[in-house]
């Protein structure tokens, strides 16, 4: 073999090796044991874990990171001092962070760290703990690592803690050491600032000793039902203890969640061929409220189903709706929701959390990098159940999101929606992205691709994506297969930049018996386009133009007629039809307002 030869080998060799690494999916994997033990009286708790870290990556591991969220709720954190100098602070945190008194700090020490028995040195910097391995975790092997940590719940600011404005006990989201995910972009040891979360997949075996009056709900089966009761079985009363202990067992989750209060009512119902449902919410609720948490439950398992059936089979045994932390956030098999809410509110945000299992906790996306494929997500399919469970009886469930999202892009304040979810320049703009723009994102595809691609892609992606990490192309690359079609375009003008949808009826010129129709593009957004044209004698005749970058086009439906593709970088597009202008009474592109065009007003001409 000469040099030459030799060294085209050598490249096509390592090329070959590179699309194989680029393709080959991997994720780590941990396991946790723990026993804790809690202080209702000063709300601190202490522990030991044992974390089995199972390296599944190509690459030897020197350090490992743990999330400390708690500390973010002390004076001078990342949170608090984010939440004071942000032109629109989050409400709910305001200054709250600063004003904390010292014995409310929220806060996570880790008292000894070892890897395989050996001691190991680990500093901390806010909320994340950086560990210097003793020796490397190698490329398909596991280390176990043994903790002894302490903690103290702050108040409930943000999303977990103690003694909520409805005066729950404790909502302990994020309260344990929590193992950073590394994945193929490397390590994800953001800072708690604001938002959100990523986790390791595993399995959860958790011991929780509390007082015994306090009921518990959260993630995961309960494995001593008749020694704890608290509906949940017949408790044995024969022990001399003012003291229970709880055992849990949660197979492949990423993260656990428990809410406990003295003073909770605790209901099951049983979702047909699927989970039992579990709700906790205070027995000393107003009456209306408390006829609410009753009338959530048969709407709860409609919702599960729904989901179920139009995404993928809820895959757990169990379910718990509580009531707790600071308005609604979505946990593994399970939700804490704010309880004191009208009826409509309390549907709603069940039915948003509730999606959150399917589109952030069974596809867990890394909500820090994409917030919008877990928020956009849930936003758009639960207002389409809330239409339907609340009887709103409106053809256009979405609009409210295209009207924020419209607002925002014409504001000059909107961020891409690649933007990390803590780097927003205002809160305003990263809900608008995240929940509106990240819904009209399937209302989008949805248009593009048509009704029946768009339902087949959603269940295509769980069904390839389910208990994984999947990313913006892996989704859009479900939609490629399940329709045919090239949508790179689509997910990178949409997401990645602020470009616009706006096309416009520029002329409609009058050829004897023929019409000319001249469209424009102004808005950098490329889309296909509907055109319908309205005779005067009230016939309509409809047509469909793909994008050439497409590469195909959705199913035409009834008379619709289809023409040529549209190039991008043309800024008209022309077409002729055999009708004379006299008897056109109007042109309209998207008729239907189902592309998110920020100019309306440009979409329709009306001949005299």
């Given at each position: 073999?000469?040099?030459?030869?030799?060294?085209?080998?050598?490249?096509?060799?390592?090329?070959?090796?590179?699309?194989?690494?680029?393709?080959?999916?991997?994720?780590?994997?941990?396991?946790?044991?723990?026993?804790?033990?809690?202080?209702?009286?000063?709300?601190?708790?202490?522990?030991?874990?044992?974390?089995?870290?199972?390296?599944?990556?190509?690459?030897?591991?020197?350090?490992?990171?743990?999330?400390?969220?708690?500390?973010?709720?002390?004076?001078?954190?990342?949170?608090?001092?984010?939440?004071?100098?942000?032109?629109?602070?989050?409400?709910?945190?305001?200054?709250?962070?600063?004003?904390?008194?010292?014995?409310?700090?929220?806060?996570?020490?880790?008292?000894?760290?070892?890897?395989?028995?050996?001691?190991?040195?680990?500093?901390?910097?806010?909320?994340?703990?950086?560990?210097?391995?003793?020796?490397?975790?190698?490329?398909?092997?596991?280390?176990?690592?043994?903790?002894?940590?302490?903690?103290?719940?702050?108040?409930?600011?943000?999303?977990?803690?103690?003694?909520?404005?409805?005066?729950?006990?404790?909502?302990?989201?994020?309260?344990?050491?929590?193992?950073?995910?590394?994945?193929?972009?490397?390590?994800?040891?953001?800072?708690?600032?604001?938002?959100?979360?990523?986790?390791?997949?595993?399995?959860?075996?958790?011991?929780?000793?509390?007082?015994?009056?306090?009921?518990?709900?959260?993630?995961?089966?309960?494995?001593?039902?008749?020694?704890?009761?608290?509906?949940?079985?017949?408790?044995?009363?024969?022990?001399?203890?003012?003291?229970?202990?709880?055992?849990?067992?949660?197979?492949?989750?990423?993260?656990?969640?428990?809410?406990?209060?003295?003073?909770?009512?605790?209901?099951?119902?049983?979702?047909?061929?699927?989970?039992?449902?579990?709700?906790?919410?205070?027995?000393?609720?107003?009456?209306?409220?408390?006829?609410?948490?009753?009338?959530?439950?048969?709407?709860?398992?409609?919702?599960?189903?729904?989901?179920?059936?139009?995404?993928?089979?809820?895959?757990?045994?169990?379910?718990?709706?509580?009531?707790?932390?600071?308005?609604?956030?979505?946990?593994?098999?399970?939700?804490?929701?704010?309880?004191?809410?009208?009826?409509?509110?309390?549907?709603?945000?069940?039915?948003?959390?509730?999606?959150?299992?399917?589109?952030?906790?069974?596809?867990?996306?890394?909500?820090?990098?994409?917030?919008?494929?877990?928020?956009?997500?849930?936003?758009?399919?639960?207002?389409?159940?809330?239409?339907?469970?609340?009887?709103?009886?409106?053809?256009?469930?979405?609009?409210?999101?295209?009207?924020?999202?419209?607002?925002?892009?014409?504001?000059?304040?909107?961020?891409?929606?690649?933007?990390?979810?803590?780097?927003?320049?205002?809160?305003?703009?990263?809900?608008?992205?995240?929940?509106?723009?990240?819904?009209?994102?399937?209302?989008?595809?949805?248009?593009?691709?048509?009704?029946?691609?768009?339902?087949?892609?959603?269940?295509?992606?769980?069904?390839?994506?389910?208990?994984?990490?999947?990313?913006?192309?892996?989704?859009?690359?479900?939609?490629?297969?399940?329709?045919?079609?090239?949508?790179?375009w689509f997910l990178t003008d949409w997401t990645q930049t602020v470009n616009t949808i706006d096309y416009a009826v520029k002329k409609v010129s009058?050829?004897?018996?023929?019409?000319?129709?001249?469209?424009?593009?102004?808005?950098?957004?490329?889309?296909?386009?509907?055109?319908?044209?309205?005779?005067?004698?009230?016939?309509?005749?409809?047509?469909?133009?793909?994008?050439?970058?497409?590469?195909?086009?959705?199913?035409?439906?009834?008379?619709?007629?289809?023409?040529?593709?549209?190039?991008?970088?043309?800024?008209?597009?022309?077409?002729?039809?055999?009708?004379?202008?006299?008897?056109?009474?109007?042109?309209?592109?998207?008729?239907?307002?189902?592309?998110?065009?920020?100019?309306?007003?440009?979409?329709?001409?009306?001949?005299?």
């Amino acid at each position: 073999m000469n040099t030459k030869t030799y060294l085209l080998f050598l490249l096509t060799s390592f090329l070959g090796l590179s699309a194989q690494n680029n393709f080959e999916y991997w994720q780590q994997h941990v396991d946790y044991t723990m026993d804790v033990t809690m202080d209702v009286s000063s709300s601190a708790y202490n522990g030991t874990q044992q974390l089995v870290y199972s390296n599944n990556s190509p690459e030897d591991l020197n350090v490992v990171f743990y999330h400390l969220y708690y500390n973010a709720f002390q004076p001078g954190s990342e949170m608090d001092v984010r939440s004071i100098t942000i032109s629109d602070p989050d409400s709910r945190v305001d200054d709250r962070i600063s004003r904390l008194k010292k014995e409310d700090y929220g806060f996570m020490n880790v008292l000894s760290l070892n890897q395989n028995n050996v001691p190991v040195d680990f500093s901390v910097a806010g909320t994340i703990l950086e560990v210097q391995l003793n020796a490397p975790i190698k490329s398909g092997e596991s280390a176990v690592f043994d903790m002894i940590f302490e903690g103290q719940v702050p108040p409930v600011i943000r999303r977990a803690g103690k003694n909520s404005e409805e005066n729950v006990a404790l909502s302990m989201a994020q309260w344990y050491p929590k193992m950073a995910e590394y994945d193929f972009e490397g390590w994800h040891a953001d800072p708690y600032i604001s938002r959100e979360f990523h986790g390791v997949w595993g399995d959860f075996d958790i011991k929780l000793t509390i007082d015994k009056n306090y009921t518990v709900g959260g993630t995961g089966y309960l494995q001593n039902p008749d020694e704890v009761g608290h509906g949940y079985g017949q408790q044995i009363s024969n022990k001399q203890t003012n003291v229970l202990t709880w055992h849990f067992i949660a197979p492949n989750v990423h993260d656990f969640t428990w809410a406990a209060d003295p003073d909770f009512t605790h209901d099951t119902l049983q979702v047909p061929s699927g989970p039992l449902l579990h709700f906790l919410y205070k027995t000393s609720l107003n009456e209306k409220y408390k006829k609410n948490w009753k009338a959530l439950q048969p709407m709860a398992s409609e919702i599960i189903q729904h989901y179920s059936n139009t995404v993928g089979k809820y895959p757990y045994k169990q379910y718990s709706i509580i009531q707790g932390g600071d308005g609604g956030m979505e946990y593994g098999m399970c939700t804490l929701i704010t309880g004191e809410r009208p009826f409509k509110s309390l549907v709603g945000v069940t039915a948003h959390e509730i999606g959150h299992t399917w589109f952030q906790f069974l596809l867990a996306s890394n909500e820090s990098r994409h917030p919008w494929l877990d928020e956009g997500f849930a936003e758009y399919t639960c207002t389409f159940i809330e239409n339907d469970l609340l009887g709103k009886e409106t053809n256009d469930p979405l609009r409210n999101s295209y009207n924020r999202y419209i607002s925002l892009a014409l504001s000059g304040k909107e961020q891409p929606m690649s933007t990390h979810a803590d780097r927003y320049m205002y809160n305003r703009s990263y809900s608008t992205s995240a929940y509106r723009k990240g819904a009209l994102l399937l209302a989008q595809l949805k248009y593009i691709i048509g009704e029946k691609d768009f339902e087949a892609t959603l269940k295509r992606y769980f069904k390839d994506w389910a208990f994984k990490h999947p990313t913006p192309n892996d989704f859009i690359r479900c939609a490629e297969k399940t329709s045919g079609m090239e949508l790179e375009w689509f997910l990178t003008d949409w997401t990645q930049t602020v470009n616009t949808i706006d096309y416009a009826v520029k002329k409609v010129s009058l050829l004897g018996s023929e019409t000319e129709i001249t469209l424009e593009r102004i808005g950098l957004m490329p889309m296909p386009v509907e055109v319908e044209v309205v005779l005067r004698d009230g016939k309509k005749l409809n047509y469909y133009i793909p994008l050439q970058m497409m590469r195909g086009e959705k199913p035409t439906e009834g008379s619709v007629r289809l023409l040529g593709d549209w190039a991008w970088a043309y800024p008209v597009y022309r077409f002729k039809i055999g009708v004379a202008g006299s008897e056109i009474k109007t042109v309209t592109i998207d008729n239907k307002n189902e592309t998110a065009d920020v100019n309306k007003e440009n979409n329709q001409k009306t001949l005299l």
